[in-house]
């Protein structure tokens, strides 16, 4: 089955950084990968998504990076403001599953003035 | 204005009772899901349904009930049976279930925390 992992449970980053979040899949046959963004007792939001024939997507002021070698993936954010303050997490989708998406366990991103 | 609602937004129970969270989305979705999160904790799947009148277990449906009688609405009963059911519970809804190769862009309610006294 698969797996979805985390690298960092935090991360801490001066405002107007950049921020790199990353997260590891374990079954090479998952095709569809997503970024979602959870303020607190919140629901998740779409943030960015990227199939597996791509390497990079872009968005406005995110970047989704998938390297299938390693089963990796990562979320830039760049210039982080304080509304970025959230934990985000990746979630997978295998069309080989029952169509349903195997999350990761979020990294809590704080943005330090 | 269109999206996804659930109430309450804080549930209180004692042990041993059922209860009763609602989810509602006016989308007009085929596909719906709950998922349960834990602190530190990715989301879970506990059931979802994937059309009126039909519903699957997910990964965690020991302890919980579900019905779909209409499109727009798939209430979550957690029963006395649930052993942990302290957590955040998130409905989601997609245009039509993924499968067959495709994904469906799932959307989310607000969640329901509930707590167990």
């Known amino acids: 089955g698969e797996s979805v992992g985390l690298h960092l449970p935090t991360l801490s980053v001066q405002e107007g950084d950049n921020s790199i979040i990353n997260c590891a899949y374990s079954?090479?046959?998952?095709?569809?990968f997503i970024w979602y963004k959870q303020e607190s007792g919140k629901g998740p939001q779409f943030i960015i998504d990227i199939r597996s024939n791509m390497d990079k997507r872009q968005g406005q002021r995110v970047t989704v990076l998938l390297n299938k070698t390693v089963k990796h993936l990562s979320l830039q954010i760049a210039a982080t403001q304080p509304g970025d303050s959230a934990v985000y997490f990746c979630a997978v989708f295998n069309k080989g599953s029952q169509g349903n998406l195997i999350f990761g366990k979020g990294t809590k991103l704080s943005v330090k003035p | 204005d269109g999206g996804i609602t659930q109430s309450p937004k804080y549930l209180f129970r004692k042990e041993g009772q059922n209860v009763t969270l609602s989810c509602e989305q006016n989308?007009?979705?085929?596909?719906m899901y709950w998922y349960r999160q834990d602190p530190g904790q990715g989301l879970r799947l506990i059931y979802y349904s994937q059309i009126v009148n039909d519903f699957q277990k997910g990964d965690i449906a020991e302890g919980y009930s579900v019905s779909r009688e209409k499109k727009e609405s798939f209430p979550l009963t957690v029963t006395s049976a649930q052993k942990n059911p302290t957590a955040f519970y998130l409905c989601?809804?997609?245009?039509?279930?993924?499968?067959?190769?495709?994904?469906?862009?799932?959307?989310f309610g607000p969640g329901t925390r509930l707590t167990v006294l």
């Open positions: 989601a809804s997609s245009m039509v279930a993924s499968g067959q190769g495709f994904y469906n862009e799932q959307f």
């Open positions: 079954n090479s046959a998952s095709d569809y």
């Open positions: 989308l007009n979705h085929d596909a």
